[in-house]
């Protein structure tokens, strides 16, 4: 099956940038995404990235994509005590698949004043 | 508008009762989904409707019913649900299944079976 890895935790000094990172197995998939989750809350979409594409840029946001070594980062510059929440990354499965979204495991993202 | 509501926030339910959750978008989307999210995991899709037909089941057991009765509403019938069903359940919505839509999530309803 699709296995998609996050790394558990990560905490970062407020005004510095912050770096999720995502690595996963199905070179199929199409489109990659970024979702925060706030305590209690569900998921909002922050950002995507065409597989065909190696950086998109949005505001503080910057994706990575690196397809030969499989790996998807999502940077946050300046980041402030509102990022603090669970990332996940997710991928968007082919057709043969059920066009399913498979998640990664979540990042817990600290951001200390 | 891209906002997906879930009704009620907070459900308490007992193993015998009978309660629905629903979910409501109004962004003309097509497809909607039930995921099941336990604490501290990743959400867990349960199913997938498309045009308003179950077009996927994660082999979800029966006592979770699924209805869609119009494009823009989704309903979850729970019946006769077990202490491991507690959970945050989250509906999502796209424009269509499949590539490059991405899905919007709702913020969730918090399911405890007592």
């Known amino acids: 099956g699709e296995d998609v890895e996050q790394s558990l935790f990560l905490s970062v000094r407020e005004g510095d940038s912050s770096v999720i990172n995502c690595t996963y197995t199905?070179?199929?998939?199409?489109?990659l995404y970024w979702y925060k989750q706030e305590p209690g809350a569900g998921l909002q979409l922050l950002t995507y990235?065409?597989?065909?594409?190696d950086m998109k840029q949005d505001q503080r946001l910057t994706v990575l994509l690196n397809k030969k070594d499989k790996h998807l980062s999502l940077r946050i510059a300046d980041t402030q005590t509102g990022d603090s929440a669970i990332y996940f990354c997710?991928?968007?499965?082919?057709?043969?698949?059920?066009?399913?979204?498979?998640f990664g495991g979540g990042t817990r993202v600290l951001v200390k004043p | 508008d891209t906002e997906v509501t879930q009704t009620p926030k907070h459900l308490v339910m007992g193993m015998t009762n009978k309660k629905s959750l629903k979910c409501e978008q109004h962004?003309?989307?097509?497809?909607m989904y039930w995921y099941k999210q336990k604490a501290k995991k990743p959400p867990e899709l349960m199913f997938v409707?498309?045009?308003?037909?179950?077009?996927i089941n994660e082999s979800v057991p029966s006592r979770f019913s699924p209805e869609c009765p119009n494009s823009s509403l989704l309903n979850l019938h729970l019946h006769a649900l077990q202490p491991e069903d507690s959970a945050l359940y989250l509906c999502?919505?796209?424009?269509?299944?499949?590539?490059?839509?991405?899905?919007?999530f709702g913020p969730g309803t918090r399911l405890t079976v007592t």
């Open positions: 199905d070179s199929s998939s199409t489109y």
């Open positions: 990235i065409f597989s065909n594409m």
């Open positions: 962004m003309g989307h097509r497809a």
């Open positions: 409707y498309s045009y308003e037909k179950l077009s």
């Open positions: 999502a919505s796209s424009p269509t299944r499949g590539a490059g839509y991405e899905q919007y």
């Open positions: 997710a991928l968007l499965r082919g057709k043969a698949a059920g066009n399913k979204l498979t």
